[in-house]
């Protein structure tokens, strides 16, 4: 290159400034990344569909071509019409509750000719201290129900995993459909938290799935620590509460 006098290196020009404006969309979108461990999936999800749409509007999406416009700026166009379709599509998702970036609109109830049938998720009963845990395995226990306890934080990425991909999942929620369902978030990490956490449990850290039967007793064969993929975890529930 250096022999070359600089014939070999590219040449300024408008490409440039696009060269700049992709890699500047790019660090945003890492940015987002990073964030999506301590923000709430809908929060993470409006900020991809302002940035797909933005970046849209900067692609030319919503400007009329000229007859003599070239190949690649058609394809431009066609590519930022595509984000603006689904950005919108993201900030639809956000605000019915969606979580999923890449299924967007899962979290909208779609009207059928037989009525309502909308995403289904486990409905999880949160707990702070040790005291409320005993209280609603007792409760349980009075009418035959297991339990499962999970421990959350925000800034777990594998809680969010097995919310994402686990707990969503089909099999999964009718596995545990006559089960007591708690969560302890531990976001916080306080003493209440730590008390419960590794007082009690002994447990180093989110995520962790505790399980209880029917006559209230802790089924520690059956504890999990960490990330499990659905099917495999509806086995190992399904194990637990029998």
Known sequence: IGTSAGKLLPRAGSWMDAVKA?????LLGVAIIMLERIIPAELAMLLWGMLFIVSAIYMGA???LEIEA??????????GFVFLVYGTLMLVGAASGGKDTLQPLRGIAIVGGSGAAGHQELAFKRIKSLDDLQR???????????????????????????EKYTFSDPQVID????????????????????????????????????????????????????????????QHAAGAIR
């Open 22 to 26: 992709v890699f500047g969309v790019a």
């Open 62 to 64: 919503l400007r009329n």
């Open 136 to 162: 609603e395995v007792a409760f349980a226990s009075s009418q035959g129900r297991p339990v499962m306890l999970d421990f959350y934080a925000d800034w777990c990425v594998s809680c969010k995993e097995m």
């Open 70 to 79: 070239s190949g690649w700026q058609k394809l431009w166009k066609g590519l």
């Open 175 to 234: 596995t545990l459909s006559n089960t007591h369902l708690l969560q302890a978030d531990v976001t916080a990490n306080d003493d209440v938290d730590q008390a419960l956490l590794q007082g009690h449990f002994g447990l180093p850290g989110p995520p962790a799935i505790i399980f209880y039967g029917s006559d209230g007793q802790e089924r520690r064969n059956y504890r999990l620590v960490g990330f499990m993929p659905a099917a495999e975890f509806s």
